[in-house]
Every structure is written in structure tokens, then in C-alpha cells.
């Protein structure tokens, strides 16, 4: 059965510093991968997605993400975290008769000044 | 364009009384869904539509029905309030998930007391 686990339920990062938050995924086939961003009180908004290509990918608000198969791994990364970024965010992968999505349970980012 | 509207955007009902949460898309997209986000369980698919006329149970449907008579629109019918129902709804529709990902509405916020 298809799952997706994001291990760290809270994350704190200082203005500025690196950020990864981690995404481990269970498919039997290649995955379609995607991260969402959530702000208090907003629905999911798009960030990346992988589907095929180039294991490196680029998203919004100067976000990335690499696929490693090996790891069975979709990790969002930012060289430089803005307070804005402070949000939840869902890692998911899409599979399905029916195009559904099976999300993680989110990580929540709070950025420090 | 408007996307994907959802209303009512909060609702409080009592046990025991019913209610449907609308969910409306102008941008012709076959496929359409209902997820209930709790804290710390990150999204669950309660049911989803691969187009008009057609509708499937996903990972937690029991106290809900859903219709989808058009390609607009998916309400979704709660029959009789319970506690365990109080949630936060997403809407979410897509042409095709592998290329586009989900478009989410804003959400629900329903209280049941």
C-alpha cells in the first residue's frame, strides 16, 4: 500500500539558515511526488512536484527537491529560509485508478529572527 | 478564474443535525475530492469522483455521502453530526494528477457540538 511519512512533526529554523524537511514514500511503482505548503488558514497551495527527468527539481519561493530512489526519499530543501516560510508542509505522492494523493502528516515550520 | 470554491467556509452544527459542504471548480476537471484534515494526521480522502455520474469511497467515508450530477461540482453530505466530525474540509480537484498536481479550495471549518 502506498505511504508517505514525514518524520519531523516540528521544525525551528532561524531566518536565513538552511532548511530540510525530510519525506520517506512506499510505492511499488515510480511515484508521483509533490510538496504542498499550508499557511494558517489557507488551503494546500503547489510548491514542486517529480513525475520523471531530472531527480533535482525546482519549485516556488526558491524551493527544491531531489528524488532519490535508492532512499525511496523526496526531501524539500531552501538555502535561505524567510520568516515567511513559516507554514505547514505535506509531502504526497499520487497514485491510483482514481489520481489520488496519500499525504504525510505535515511538518510545521516556525522561523526564529 | 476562480479556481475552486468551497462554502461555507465555517460552520458550527449540533449532533445530530445534517449539513453539505459545497464544492464548485469552473476549470473543466474530471477528477474531484474530498479530504478532512485533523491536527497531526495531515490529510485523509473520505471519497473521490473520476468525473460526472461517478463517485468512489476513499480511506475514511462512513458518515458521509457525496453526488456529482455535473462536472462542477462534488458536495459533500455529513447525514448526521457527530463530535468526531468537527475537521477542517478540503475540496480538491485535477485534469490529471501525474502533470498538474491538485487545486485545493480554501477549506471548511466545521465544529460539531
Known amino acids: 500500500a502506498q505511504s508517505v511519512t514525514q518524520p519531523d512533526i516540528h521544525i525551528t529554523v532561524s531566518e536565513g539558515a538552511s532548511l530540510e524537511l525530510r519525506c520517506n514514500y512506499s510505492?511499488?511503482?515510480?511515484?508521483?511526488l509533490f510538496w504542498y505548503v499550508q499557511s494558517p488558514g489557507q488551503g494546500l497551495q503547489l510548491l514542486l512536484k517529480?513525475?520523471?527527468?531530472?531527480?533535482l527539481v525546482q519549485g516556488i519561493k526558491g524551493f527544491e527537491a531531489e528524488f532519490k530512489r535508492s532512499q525511496s526519499s523526496f526531501n524539500l530543501r531552501k538555502p535561505s529560509v524567510h520568516w515567511s516560510d513559516a507554514a505547514e508542509y505535506f509531502c504526497?505522492?499520487?497514485?491510483?485508478?482514481?489520481?489520488?494523493?496519500?499525504f504525510g502528516t505535515g511538518t510545521s515550520l516556525t522561523v526564529i529572527p | 478564474n476562480a479556481g475552486v470554491t468551497q462554502t461555507p467556509k465555517f460552520r458550527i452544527l449540533k449532533i445530530g443535525q445534517s449539513m453539505t459542504l459545497q464544492c464548485t471548480q469552473d476549470m473543466n476537471h474530471n477528477y474531484m475530492y474530498w479530504y478532512r484534515q485533523d491536527p497531526g494526521m495531515g490529510l485523509k480522502l473520505i471519497y473521490y469522483s473520476v468525473g460526472a455520474g461517478i463517485t468512489d469511497k476513499g480511506e475514511v467515508p462512513n458518515g458521509y455521502n457525496v453526488s456529482r450530477s455535473t462536472t462542477e461540482d462534488f458536495p459533500l453530505r455529513l447525514e448526521l453530526a457527530a463530535p468526531s466530525q468537527t475537521s477542517v474540509y478540503f475540496c480538491a480537484s485535477t485534469r490529471q494528477v501525474a502533470n498538474y498536481g491538485y487545486t485545493f479550495g480554501s477549506g471548511t471549518r466545521l465544529t460539531v457540538v
Open positions: 517529480y513525475f520523471s527527468g531530472d531527480t
Open positions: 504526497a505522492v499520487g497514485a491510483g485508478t482514481g489520481n489520488q494523493f496519500y
Open positions: 510505492y511499488g511503482a515510480t511515484p508521483y
